[in-house]
């Protein structure tokens, strides 16, 4: 009987948690700035959010260059690097007491921030077992999944004991242990080739056999963005701010819960099977909190996004991956990143616009039927493989 490769080794243990301690660090802070902005710094609700908004822009902006960074340097070189310069920008909120500086620190860790997540899951999909790649990339994501709930709650809980000065630093010491974890990364060998040169391309920035899966979760990204953006003013026009506080909490839950499950039923018969329910999951979901009006219905709103959008994300990131050969895993995951982020921007702005107009429940009401649109491009970005795959049968015969 043939033995099953492990996908929990020490290398993969140590690159799950560098992304959890970045995104817990991550998700503290997008608790933390606007109140420290307008507190502290003496800043408008609109400064405060464009601490937020700035260092998602680097990061986009940054995106599509990282993967051939990462080509010229070497995964491991650029993983040490990218952290630690993370970790050192992030000591230096202690000593910046002015918002526009601190807007351009935000600005230049984004673009490292931007650097760590593109070459860590490029890492991961490096040390997974190929046959065992989408339920270990399930595994890896789920380290966001615990930074959305252990980030805010860690900031929430200490926000009115601890100086935010106090906060900065221990924000930064969780960082801090990324950097020892990075150190401790050993690369599978012939996965680490290196370019001798830095070239600006399109080849160079984005990878072709990734573009059409990623332009499907830029659609998703779109349509969850109005979960992210407005849910807690949402709660709060319903009376429901209480239960708001858990909405990830049980979120994040039911996404850990399926993740395991997904993951191995899509390497086992495909994505598709996992992938067409799960958007209809994410529709259903979008429409349930469209007509809340109870915080059962709110949470349960929640568990049923987190099980339809929690399902489709790792799929889309491995199949991105996967439509790349193996080498270019870096730019497949940085290509799949850029539209992701963009997707998330634009659908913060674009739902910040239209919610003047129509309302919150029709904004999810909107985002529920646009879910659907995913059906069909999904089903046209599996058209190369499709066609690949008759191709290899026909020479076969």
Not at 290 to 304: E, R
Request: hydrophobic residues 55%.
């Amino acid at each position: 009987m043939k033995q099953t490769e492990p996908i929990w080794t020490r290398d993969f243990i140590m690159v799950v948690l560098i992304n959890l301690f970045i995104f817990v660090y991550f998700y503290a802070l997008l608790t933390v700035l606007p109140v420290y902005a307008m507190q502290e710094l003496g800043g408008s609700e609109s400064e405060g959010g464009l601490l937020i908004s700035g260092f998602m822009l680097s990061a986009i902006f940054a995106r599509p260059f990282s993967g051939a960074v990462i080509e010229r340097f070497g995964k491991k070189r650029m993983a040490l690097i990218s952290v630690v310069l993370f970790t050192l920008a992030s000591f230096l909120y202690i000593f910046i007491h002015d918002i526009y500086l601190l807007l351009g620190i935000r600005f230049f860790q984004g673009i490292w921030f931007s650097i760590i997540t593109t070459v860590t899951s490029a890492i991961a999909a490096d040390l997974i077992p190929p046959a065992r790649r989408g339920e270990g990339l399930g595994y890896f994501a789920m380290s966001m999944n615990l930074a959305v709930v252990i980030g805010p709650f860690i900031a929430l809980n200490l926000l009115d004991k601890m100086s935010f000065s106090d906060l900065f630093i221990l924000f930064s010491g969780i960082v801090t242990v990324a950097i020892l974890c990075t150190a401790l990364v050993r690369i599978p060998k012939g996965s680490d080739i290196r370019s001798a040169v830095f070239r600006l391309s399109f080849s160079n920035m984005f990878e072709k056999g990734a573009i059409r899966i990623a332009t499907v979760g830029l659609f998703v990204s779109f349509c969850y963005s109005s979960v992210i953006s407005f849910i807690s003013v949402y709660a709060k026009s319903l009376g429901l701010i209480e239960a708001s506080s858990y909405f990830f909490m049980v979120f994040a839950v039911t996404m850990m819960i399926t993740r395991p499950f997904t993951g191995k039923l899509y390497d086992k018969v495909g994505p598709g099977v996992v992938i067409y329910p799960s958007i209809i999951i994410f529709c259903a979901g979008l429409f349930l909190l469209a007509f809340t009006n109870s915080s059962g219905m709110l949470l349960l709103s929640g568990a049923v996004i987190g099980m339809g959008y929690g399902s489709i994300t790792p799929c889309l990131q491995t199949l991105a991956i996967q439509a790349s050969p193996p080498h270019r895993s870096g730019y497949a995951t940085a290509t799949y990143f850029t539209l992701f982020d963009t997707g998330i921007a634009v659908g913060s702005y674009v739902f910040g616009l239209v919610v003047a107009q129509a309302g919150f429940s029709n904004i999810y009401l909107f985002s529920g039927v646009f879910v659907l649109i995913n059906l069909f491009l999904y089903t046209w970005s599996q058209k190369p493989a499709l066609a690949k795959e008759k191709r290899d049968i026909s020479m076969a015969e």
